[in-house]
């Protein structure tokens, strides 16, 4: 796992302001505002919300053959409509408060050492050392949360087994059976 301290200096030498385009939530290529969620970030959303989990959450849209007429996917990602996700509302988000890990890290996402950094208008940007910390943070939690989720399915995934004929995700909290 990376330091703050490192983040921060490579997220300041990038340099970043949200412009506020909104492109980030609306899709202009095939699942390119496809946001994956833990269960957790799903609960956090429905809590303030008030909306059901398959309101907020759809199966992440990849499944594999588990050999026995099942199919099984391994994450959740926020729902959207054909060109945005639910959540957008007039240029706007709507659960800014309480948005996922990605949307509040966005465009940035640590890979083990790496930064990451996708195309966005507001890169650039030279952001003051208070910001490139609280960012640098919040990557550093969202890549420890990211581990902690993946152990879990992987525990999950261990011990169970996909019901024949049925469409499942397997998250860390068990294998919800997708229905309709």
Do not use: H
């Amino acid at each position: 796992m990376l330091r703050v301290d490192d983040v921060t200096d490579r997220v300041g030498s990038i340099g970043f302001e949200c412009r506020e385009c909104s492109a980030c939530c609306r899709r202009v290529a095939e699942d390119s505002n496809l946001v994956i969620v833990s269960p957790a970030e799903v609960r956090v959303i429905m809590a303030a919300t008030g909306m059901a989990w398959d309101e907020v959450a759809e199966p992440y849209p990849d499944f594999i053959d588990a050999g026995n007429g099942g199919e099984y996917t391994l994450a959740w990602c926020i729902r959207r409509t054909a060109d945005a996700c639910i959540f957008l509302r007039n240029g706007r988000c709507s659960i800014y408060a309480n948005r996922p890990w990605i949307c509040r890290t966005y465009p940035f996402m640590l890979d083990g050492d790496d930064l990451l950094v996708s195309e966005c208008p507001g890169i650039g940007v030279p952001l003051f050392p208070g910001a490139a910390r609280d960012l640098a943070a919040e990557l550093c939690r969202r890549q420890a949360a990211e581990a902690a989720e993946e152990a879990g399915v992987r525990a999950v995934y261990r011990r169970v087994r996909v019901p024949p004929g049925e469409r499942v995700v397997i998250d860390s909290e068990g294998v919800k059976v997708i229905y309709g």
